[in-house]
């Protein structure tokens, strides 16, 4: 049995904008300044990917991204990145 996973490169934060994009949730172009996504704290439209809160500024890269998540419910594994920054100078005791 094979075991389907997807793994997000870009934060949660994005990858969850895009999900609730993808999802219809999201109603693009934006119609407030002020946006709400489950999971996140209220944010500023400007705060948004620039292809979501600038709609249709770059229509391939927009498809591209949010229509990753068209089949995710067929996966048994979702992994993000959730960190931001890791160790600076990471080569420093070895």
Not at 5 to 23: A, E, G, L, P, R
Not at 35 to 57: H, M, R, T, W
Not at 65 to 87: A, G, H, M, P, R
Request: net charge positive; aromatic share 24%; glycine share 4%.
């Amino acid at each position: 049995m094979w075991v389907r996973t997807v793994f997000f490169t870009q934060s949660c934060t994005v990858n969850n904008i895009y999900y609730y994009v993808h999802q219809g949730m999201l109603k693009l172009p934006l119609s407030k300044l002020k946006v709400v996504v489950p999971g996140l704290f209220p944010l500023q439209a400007c705060d948004l990917p620039s292809f979501v809160y600038l709609y249709e500024s770059y229509p391939a890269f927009f498809d591209m991204v949010v229509n990753q998540f068209s089949n995710i419910e067929k996966v048994d594994w979702v992994f993000y990145n959730t960190f931001y920054k890791l160790k600076e100078k990471w080569w420093i005791g070895w």
